[in-house]
C-alpha cells in the first residue's frame, strides 16, 4: 500500500513568488494534516482536513497560505507571495480515525524562498 | 514556555548502553501521548504510544507521569540504528500534535 506522498521533495523560489505544494494520503485516510518545521524549530501544526472540509486551520501563520482539499482526496497548500520566513519542511500526515491514533507522515516538501 | 519541552542533546552513546529521554508538557488537559522517531532528512514515524500505566515494546519503555506532567522514554541496549531525533508528542487542543523539538541520540560503535 502506498504511503503519504508529498510532491515537490524540494522547491527553491524567490520571495515574492507562488508555490503549490501536494499531498496524496494513503487511500481512505478521510484525516489530513499539514505541519510545518521551520529551521530549528519545532514541527509545528498547520491545519487539519477531515474530507474536504476544514476542521482546524488555527496553525496556518497568515493569509498568504491557503490550504484546499477539493473532493477530500489529494490536498495542496499555496504560499502566496511567498516570504523568507516560509522555509521550512512542510510535512502532510493523515490518519483514518478522528481520534488521535498514529499519523502517517509523508518525507516532506522542502520549501526554500531566497 | 514552550507546550512540549525536552533536552536537545545529542546523547553520544556506546552501544550496547542504555539511555533515558524525558519530556515535559504544559497542557494538563492532554490526553494522549506519543515517541515518534525521525531519521536524518525523512518523516516522523511513531515509535510507541504511551499510556498511563507505561508500557515497554523490545529494548523500548515509556513512561507517563500525569501529575507531574512527565514522559519518558528508555532504550535499553543500544543499537546503531538508534541513532535519530526522538520527538515527544502530546494531543494539544483539538485533534492536533504538539511536538517537541525532539532530541538527538547518536550510538557510536
Known amino acids: 500500500e502506498a504511503g503519504v506522498t508529498q510532491f515537490p521533495s524540494h522547491s527553491v523560489i524567490e520571495k515574492g513568488q507562488t508555490v503549490t505544494l501536494r499531498c496524496d494520503p494513503i487511500s481512505g485516510h478521510d484525516n489530513l494534516y499539514w505541519y510545518r518545521r521551520v529551521m530549528g524549530k519545532e514541527i509545528k501544526f498547520l491545519l487539519h482536513f477531515v474530507k474536504e472540509s476544514k476542521q482546524d486551520e488555527s496553525g496556518m501563520p497568515n493569509n498568504r497560505f491557503l490550504a484546499e482539499r477539493t473532493g477530500g482526496t489529494y490536498s495542496t497548500l499555496k504560499v502566496q507571495p511567498a516570504e523568507l520566513e516560509d522555509s521550512g519542511v512542510y510535512f502532510c500526515?493523515?490518519?483514518?480515525?478522528?481520534?488521535?491514533?498514529?499519523?502517517?507522515f509523508g518525507e516532506g516538501s522542502r520549501l526554500t524562498v531566497l | 514556555r514552550k507546550e512540549v519541552e525536552q533536552d536537545p542533546g545529542p546523547f553520544n552513546v556506546p552501544e550496547g548502553a542504555t539511555v533515558a529521554f524525558n519530556c515535559t508538557y504544559s497542557?494538563?488537559?492532554?490526553?494522549?501521548f506519543f515517541w515518534y522517531r525521525q531519521d536524518c532528512r525523512k518523516e516522523p514515524k511513531l515509535l510507541m504510544s504511551?499510556?498511563?500505566s507505561g508500557n515497554e515494546d523490545g529494548r523500548f519503555t515509556a513512561q507517563l507521569n500525569r501529575a507531574s506532567q512527565y514522559i519518558s522514554l528508555l532504550i535499553r541496549d543500544s543499537k546503531l540504528s538508534d541513532s535519530a531525533t526522538y520527538l515527544c508528542?502530546?494531543?494539544?487542543?483539538?485533534?492536533?500534535?504538539?511536538f517537541g523539538a525532539g532530541t538527538i541520540l547518536r550510538v557510536k560503535s
Open positions: 508528542v502530546v494531543n494539544g487542543d483539538g485533534n492536533k500534535l504538539v
Open positions: 504511551v499510556y498511563s
Open positions: 500526515a493523515s490518519s483514518q480515525d478522528l481520534g488521535l491514533g498514529e499519523l502517517f
Open positions: 497542557n494538563s488537559a492532554s490526553q494522549s
